[in-house]
């Protein structure tokens, strides 16, 4: 089994929620469906993950890395239909805790005008059809003067995503 032979930090994290009773995991079909993906600017993907995957942006590369590290299944870009919009959130993501989906949206260039005119009217669309920052939506965000880092980035994944966390919980 996975869990087991991973590193003495990793022995207090709780897989059962993506295991079935025989240990194998749900997560890792869901993982490998095919689904559409973005296709806008494929040029712009030009930063690779430690397993290859090709992102846009280095931080995008480093929440991908810290995904995969912790085992956290995700898609990139994957397609979301909400209304007559079509989204393509940069991570799709099956939270381990309870097999929700999870969307993580970075904004990169929240310095720049129309880029955050851009980000704001995508946050509205995505409130307007229940998906909410707290219950289903990560947002990162970083400006020239104020880059996203691993330390951060660490810290989202393990708040959101690898502990009980009261900013998913439905109840």
């Not at 995991?25 to 973005?38: I, K, L, Q, T």
Request: hydrophobic share 30%; glycine share 6%; proline share 5%.
């Amino acid at each position: 089994q996975v869990a087991a032979s991973l590193p003495e930090a990793y022995k207090d994290v709780d897989y059962s929620p993506i295991l079935d009773s025989a240990g194998h995991s749900h997560a890792a079909d869901w993982c490998n469906e095919p689904y559409e993906r973005g296709t806008l600017y494929p040029e712009k993907l030009i930063h690779t993950t430690q397993n290859g995957l090709r992102v846009r942006s280095k931080s995008e590369s480093i929440i991908a890395g810290m995904l995969e590290t912790y085992g956290i299944p995700f898609r990139y870009e994957a397609h979301l239909k909400l209304g007559g919009n079509d989204y393509y959130p940069d991570f799709t993501i099956l939270n381990p805790q309870d097999n929700k989906i999870v969307y993580w949206e970075h904004f990169g260039m929240v310095d720049k005008e129309e880029y955050a005119e851009s980000m704001h009217k995508k946050m509205e669309n995505y409130i307007k059809h229940g998906i909410l920052q707290g219950d289903n939506l990560i947002v990162t965000m970083e400006t020239k003067d104020s880059p996203l880092n691993a330390r951060k980035i660490r810290n989202t994944i393990k708040a959101h995503l690898l502990q009980e966390s009261r900013a998913f919980d439905t109840t």
